[in-house]
């Protein structure tokens, strides 16, 4: 069975970093997309970073320049390297994998992990 677990998440202060993993089990995703969503309170599932087979990126505006995801297929785990956090980041973290369309749509994506938290203080 796919499993896909989330960790690295905490409490932070603007301005710091934290650095989030998600890894795979049950199969392996070296040659299909992986991604990072977020969900605030009250709010939709929000695109943050997606990472496709060949290692091109793609980022939303609101975090490019801060956030950085990468993977490593021989570990079968995907990061993403959060800079410069801001209040506004404060959300649950989920991962994604096994993407198959547009890299910024949720219903793209086959497993998704159950989430980390992080809140970021002022």
């Known amino acids: 069975q796919v499993q896909l677990v989330e960790s690295g998440g905490g409490l932070v202060q603007a301005g710091g970093s934290l650095r989030l993993s998600c890894a795979a089990s049950?199969?392996?995703?070296?040659?299909?997309?992986m991604a990072w969503f977020r969900q605030a309170p009250g709010e939709e599932r929000e695109f943050i970073a997606a990472i496709n087979w060949n290692s091109v990126t793609y980022y939303a505006e609101s975090v490019e320049g801060r956030f950085t995801i990468s993977r490593d297929n021989a570990k079968n785990t995907v990061y993403l390297q959060m800079d410069s956090l801001k209040p506004e980041d404060t959300a649950l973290y989920y991962c994604?994998?096994?993407?198959?369309?547009?890299?910024?749509?949720?219903?793209?994506?086959?497993?998704w992990g159950q989430g980390t938290q992080v809140t970021v203080s002022s």
């Open positions: 994604a994998a096994d993407g198959k369309g547009r890299p910024f749509n949720t219903l793209t994506y086959d497993y």
């Open positions: 049950g199969r392996t995703f070296g040659r299909s997309a």
